[in-house]
C-alpha cells in the first residue's frame, strides 16, 4: 500500500490518470452527493434512488468484467475478471438489496426498475469501450469507478462522521474492497506494461487511454448528479 500526501495511490497507471483528469476527478469524489454521505445531510429519498439505480448499474457493470475475460490475454487477467464478476453478483449486490428491502424495495423490484438516462449513458459508454477496443480500453472505462469509489471510502471513513450512511461508507472503506483496488491496480499496472512497454507515456495509445478514463469519471459524476436530484 502506498500513500501519497494522505491520498491513496492504487498503482502507476491510475496515479498518473487520476492526474491527468484533475478537475473530473474531483468533481466526482468530492461531490454534493458524497459530501452528503459523509454528514448524513444526504436525503434519504435521493439514497435510495441511488441504489436503485446503482443495482441496475452494477447489473452491467457485472457483464462488463466478464466481457473483461473474454479481452484478457493471460490467465491472471482471466481470473481476476471472474473473482471480479462473481464479488459483484454475490457480494456488492447484495447490500443494495438488503438495505433497499429494509425499506420495502424488494429485488423483483429492483431489477424492474426503469434505467436512467444517466445510467444508459455510462453503462453502455464502458461496455462499448470493451466491444470496440480491447482489455486496456475497458480497464480504463472500469478503474474510475473501482478505484473511486475505495478512494471515497477511505476519505469519509477518515472523518468518522455520526452518519446513516455509515455501512455503505465501511464497505468502501473495508479492508475486503481495498484489496480488490490494490489488486485491480497491479492488474493494469502489468496489463499496460504487457500491452504499452516501460514507457507507456511515451506510447501512442496512451492519450487515448487517459482520455477513456477521463470520460468515465465525468459520467460517475453525472450518476451523482442523478442520485442527488431524486
Same mark, same amino acid.
Given at each position: 500500500?502506498?500513500?501519497d500526501?494522505?491520498?491513496?495511490?492504487?498503482?502507476?497507471?491510475?496515479?498518473?490518470?487520476?492526474?491527468e483528469?484533475?478537475?473530473?476527478?474531483?468533481?466526482?469524489?468530492?461531490h454534493?452527493?458524497?459530501?452528503g454521505l459523509?454528514?448524513?445531510?444526504l436525503?434519504?429519498a435521493?439514497?435510495?434512488?441511488?441504489?436503485?439505480?446503482?443495482?441496475?448499474?452494477?447489473?452491467?457493470?457485472?457483464r462488463?468484467?466478464? *466481457? +473483461?475475460?473474454?479481452k484478457a490475454?493471460?490467465v491472471?487477467?482471466m481470473?481476476? &475478471?471472474? !473473482?471480479?464478476v462473481? %464479488?459483484?453478483?454475490?457480494e456488492e449486490?447484495a447490500?443494495h438489496v438488503?438495505?433497499?428491502?429494509?425499506e420495502?424495495i424488494?429485488?423483483?423490484?429492483?431489477?424492474?426498475?426503469?434505467?436512467?438516462m444517466?445510467n444508459?449513458?455510462y453503462?453502455?459508454?464502458?461496455?462499448?469501450?470493451?466491444?470496440?477496443?480491447?482489455f486496456?480500453?475497458? *480497464? +480504463?472505462?472500469?478503474?474510475?469507478?473501482v478505484?473511486?469509489?475505495?478512494?471515497i &471510502?477511505l !476519505?469519509l471513513?477518515? %472523518?468518522?462522521?455520526?452518519?446513516p450512511y455509515?455501512d455503505?461508507?465501511?464497505t468502501?472503506?473495508?479492508?475486503d474492497?481495498?484489496?480488490v483496488?490494490y489488486?485491480a491496480?497491479?492488474?493494469l499496472?502489468?496489463a499496460?506494461?504487457r500491452r504499452?512497454?516501460?514507457?507507456p507515456?511515451?506510447?501512442?495509445?496512451?492519450?487515448?487511454l487517459?482520455?477513456?478514463?477521463?470520460t468515465?469519471?465525468?459520467?460517475?459524476?453525472?450518476?451523482?448528479d442523478?442520485?442527488?436530484?431524486?
Open positions: 500500500m502506498r500513500v500526501k494522505g491520498t491513496q495511490v492504487y498503482g502507476a497507471t491510475f496515479s498518473a490518470w487520476r492526474a483528469a484533475a478537475e473530473p476527478w474531483q468533481a466526482y469524489t468530492h454534493a452527493f458524497v459530501e459523509k454528514d448524513g445531510t436525503p434519504r435521493a439514497y435510495l434512488n441511488y441504489l436503485v439505480q446503482d443495482y441496475v448499474f452494477l447489473i452491467h457493470f457485472s462488463a468484467w466478464a *466481457l +473483461a475475460v473474454t490475454e493471460t491472471e487477467e481470473r481476476f &475478471g471472474a !473473482r471480479i462473481d %464479488a459483484l453478483l454475490n449486490i447490500l438488503a438495505t433497499c428491502a429494509a420495502g424488494d429485488e423483483a423490484t429492483l431489477f424492474a426498475a426503469p434505467e436512467a444517466e444508459i449513458a453503462t453502455r459508454y464502458v461496455l462499448d469501450a470493451g466491444h470496440s477496443g480491447d486496456l480500453d475497458l *480497464l +480504463a472505462a472500469l478503474m474510475p469507478c478505484m473511486g469509489y475505495g478512494e &471510502g !476519505r471513513a477518515a %472523518a468518522k462522521c455520526d452518519t455509515a455503505w461508507i465501511s468502501y472503506a473495508g479492508a474492497y481495498q484489496q483496488c489488486e491496480g497491479a492488474l499496472d502489468a499496460i506494461l504499452l512497454g516501460d514507457v507515456q511515451d506510447s501512442p495509445r496512451w492519450a487515448a487517459s482520455h477513456r478514463f477521463a468515465a469519471t465525468r459520467l460517475e459524476v453525472s450518476f451523482w442523478m442520485g442527488l436530484a431524486g
